[in-house]
């Protein structure tokens, strides 16, 4: 198992750790929240991309697009701004992420990918569980609710 991102150094550690703390003040604040599981497991999936980027096993292609996911997930715009939003702006990051593990949970590189991962629960049905549970999501009338959703004070 990877070591917990809390006994790293740096950035990955300071952004995990307030990845992590916006989301729980978040669901703390807005009571419960059908999605609430899809947003805490967020920082688990960060925490896996950066571990990947840093394995000397996983090819740059690969690489170059678990690179792209992380800029997307630090970026303080995209589909769903986390600005805007507050942490729900974080479910297309988790989409995307989700998307790319899946990718390469397909490949050879799977033992790597569970490798490094550090939830409980097997990873693949992590990333599973994450894009049928926004699938669904956006089926069902998500994208309105976020355009509704309360704004983050300034």
Do not use: C
Request: proline share 8%; glycine share 10%; aromatic share 10%.
């Amino acid at each position: 198992m990877a070591p917990e991102p809390e006994k790293k150094g740096g950035f990955q550690r300071d952004f995990y750790r307030r990845l992590r703390e916006n989301i729980r003040a978040y669901l703390k604040k807005r009571g419960p929240f059908r999605y609430a599981d899809i947003l805490l497991v967020g920082p688990d999936l960060f925490h896996l991309l950066v571990r990947l980027v840093g394995d000397r096993r996983i090819p740059t292609f690969e690489k170059a697009k678990l690179g792209a996911t992380i800029a997307y997930f630090v970026a303080p715009v995209g589909l769903i701004p986390e600005g805007v939003t507050g942490p729900i702006g974080y479910l297309d990051d988790i989409a995307l992420s989700a998307y790319v593990l899946r990718s390469l949970l397909g490949t050879q590189y799977a033992p790597i990918v569970r490798e490094h991962w550090a939830g409980e629960r097997d990873v693949l049905d992590v990333v599973q569980g994450v894009l049928e549970g926004l699938d669904h999501a956006m089926r069902g009338g998500l994208r309105d609710r976020l355009k509704k959703a309360p704004r983050p004070p300034k």
